[in-house]
T-cell receptor, first 114, second 107 residues
Framework: EAQVTQNPRYLITVTGKKLTVTCSQN?????MSWYRQDPGLGLRQIYY???????DKGDVPEGYKVSRKEKRNFPLILESPSPNQTSLYFC?????????????FGPGTRLTVT | GQSLEQPSEVTAVEGAIVQINCTYQ??????LSWYQQHDGGAPTFLSY????GLEETGRFSSFLSRSDSYGYLLLQELQMKDSASYFC????????FGKGTRLHILP
């Protein structure tokens, strides 16, 4: 089954404790992206990757890191989480990242930072 | 800067037609996409318009006017399962989403 998976689905952590949210897709997509979703603000892009070893900042990259060492994986790293990073996070992938490409979203990771 | 504007909420009656508008202001423009998101779920792709005009996919249609920087999503024969949030999105280098329109459907 074609899908994007994220882990963990739920995470409660404390300020400053490094964490990683994994994202994996099995569709051989070149383009992958991370979003955060907050009430009233919609989806905001954090980072994106056009292909292996190619990453770029989205609209809200501060406080986040990503890496793309393999085509299928695109982990999101919070080196020192803060309460303002409490949010719902979505990973997405698409074939080539062209404007009309359908993005496939993972199920989401709900992160709480206390 | 880049921005997309869409109404925060729309209410319609089951079986009716509803239009969700989206106006955009972007430095570059390659087309307008629409996504649906049910409560507790992930966004799913509905449609994409690169050129002016109407694209129809079943009960859903999407329209784009590049000269007006405007598009809309048209939902016909509304069903209760269409109750969801709808997002327009554009891509320049980054992908920018609107804040979403919550569609309420009354029986």
């Amino acid at each position: 089954e074609a899908q994007v998976t994220q882990n963990p689905r739920y995470l409660i952590t404390v300020t400053g404790k490094k964490l990683t949210v994994t994202c994996s897709q099995n569709m051989n997509h070149e383009y992958m992206s991370w979003y955060r979703q907050d009430p009233g603000l919609g989806l905001r892009q954090i980072y994106y990757s056009m292909n292996v070893e190619v990453t770029d900042k989205g609209d809200v990259p501060e406080g986040y890191k990503v890496s793309r060492k393999e085509k299928r994986n695109f982990p999101l790293i919070l080196e020192s989480p803060s309460p303002n990073q409490t949010s719902l996070y979505f990973c997405a992938s698409s074939f080539q990242g062209l404007a009309g490409d359908e993005q496939y979203f993972g199920p989401g990771t709900r992160l709480t930072v206390t | 800067g880049q921005s997309l504007e869409q109404p925060s909420e729309v209410t319609a009656v089951e079986g009716a037609i509803v239009q969700i508008n989206c106006t955009y202001q972007t430095s570059g423009f390659y087309g307008l996409s629409w996504y649906q998101q049910h409560d507790g779920g992930a966004p799913t792709f509905l449609s994409y318009n690169a050129l002016d005009g109407l694209e129809e996919t079943g009960r859903f249609s999407s329209f784009l006017s590049r000269s007006d920087s405007y598009g809309y999503l048209l939902l016909q024969e509304l069903q209760m399962k269409d109750s969801a949030s709808y997002f327009c999105a554009v891509r320049d280098d980054k992908i920018i989403f609107g804040k979403g329109t919550r569609l309420h459907i009354l029986p």
